[in-house]
């Protein structure tokens, strides 16, 4: 039900106006791109793309559980900062027109994009919701820890599959950064083994273990992608195939032996337009998430809070009673 033209006549420059934002923050910070389309995938995976994930805390309103405090999120996420810039910008053009949960699809089409990737026609018509769900997002993220058959389970769970949907959407860790407490299980006493992952190169392996020390700083940051760390290519599946995968969760993907991935992994690491062409169709896909749509949810005026005018809802501070209405 979503559908490209969806602002066509009430805001048809939205895309140049959320375009012109992201470009000028890339201008200053090669890595938003990476850090925007991270914002929707983590919204998605969590009551669909309906923006939970950019609700701040309200003191007072438990009805909100900021989703930026889950496990995956917290000194995590980041670029909220950019999407609040693109929402005013849409605001002053076109007032209440365009939801917090399509800037984040249109914006990350337009990273990938910008970043020299693939790009697609995004469907639009998502509406932001008024929830935020914290222990939800804990249950539904992946995790870097996990071995293949949990990262699938997460997959499944939203209503995505898991063998060409999770290989090429982990393909976006061809770009962006990851902390040091996020891979560095594996660098020397693996699973208890005493020992480092024996699936980590060893070249990548010494180094980390110079940037990551046991008992170092975990917020330390890397390259997910060892060989073009900003650009959106296929390079990501080749590091896979020579043990230069940074999460335990990417190397998964090729090293489970006997494992339906692999061959995905190899097709895409020997042919970019085949890996373009599936990382467009599932990200399509991920963006269809369980969606609110027509008046269901609303469309925020500030992508941190619901807004505050709406009849459904009772005020705390007034005890319940409203008289207004
Ligand atoms: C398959 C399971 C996945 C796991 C376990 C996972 C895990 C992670 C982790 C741990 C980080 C580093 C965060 C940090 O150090 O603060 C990260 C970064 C990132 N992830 Fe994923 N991820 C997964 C899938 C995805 C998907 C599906 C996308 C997008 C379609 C994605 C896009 C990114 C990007 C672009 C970054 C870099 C963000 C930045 O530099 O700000 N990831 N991921
Ligand atoms: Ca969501
Ligand atoms: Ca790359």
Redesign the pocket.
């Known amino acids: 039900q979503l559908t490209p033209d969806f602002y066509n006549t009430t805001c048809p420059n939205a895309s140049n106006i959320i375009l012109g934002v992201l470009q000028n923050a890339f201008n200053s910070d090669i890595?938003?791109?990476?850090?925007l389309?991270?914002l929707?995938?983590h919204d998605c995976f969590v009551n669909g793309c309906d923006g939970s994930i950019l609700l701040d805390n309200v003191a007072n309103d438990t009805s909100i559980d900021s989703e930026k405090f889950s496990m995956?999120n917290n000194?995590?996420?980041?670029?909220f900062e950019v999407v609040d810039a693109m929402k005013t910008a849409l605001e002053s053009a076109c007032p209440g027109i365009v939801s917090c949960a399509d800037i984040l699809a249109i914006a990350?089409e337009q990273s990938v994009n910008l970043s020299g990737g693939p790009s697609w026609t995004v469907p639009l018509g998502r509406r932001d919701g008024r929830t935020a769900n914290r222990s939800l997002a804990d249950q539904n993220?992946?995790?870097?820890?996990?071995t293949l058959d949990l990262?699938k389970g997460?997959?499944r769970n939203v209503g995505l599959n898991d063998n060409t949907d999770?290989v090429a959407?982990?393909?976006?860790?061809?770009?962006?950064?990851?902390?040091c407490?996020?891979?560095s299980q594996r660098l020397f006493n693996f699973n208890g083994t005493g020992n480092p992952d024996p699936t980590l190169n060893a070249t990548l392996l010494a180094q980390l273990q110079q940037l990551c020390p046991q008992g170092g700083n975990g917020?330390v940051?890397t390259n997910?992608d060892l060989s073009t760390p900003d650009g959106f290519d296929n390079d990501y599946f080749s590091n896979l195939q020579a043990n230069n995968g940074l999460?335990q969760?990417?190397q998964e993907l090729f090293s489970t032996s006997g494992a339906d991935t692999i061959p995905i992994v190899n097709n895409f690491s020997s042919n970019e337009t085949a890996f373009f062409e599936s990382?467009a169709v599932?990200?399509i896909r991920?963006g269809n998430l369980s969606l609110l749509t027509g008046t269901q949810g609303e469309i925020r005026s500030n992508c941190r809070r619901v807004n505050a005018n709406n009849l459904s809802t009772i005020s705390s501070s007034d005890g319940g009673l409203v008289s207004s209405i």
Do not use: E, K, V
């Open positions: 890595r938003i791109t990476a850090s389309i991270r929707h995938f995956a000194n995590s996420a980041r670029g990350s993220l992946p995790t870097p820890f996990q990262l997460r997959f999770l959407l982990s393909g976006a860790h061809t770009f962006g950064r990851a902390q407490q996020f891979f917020s940051l997910l999460l969760s990417d990382f599932s990200m991920m």
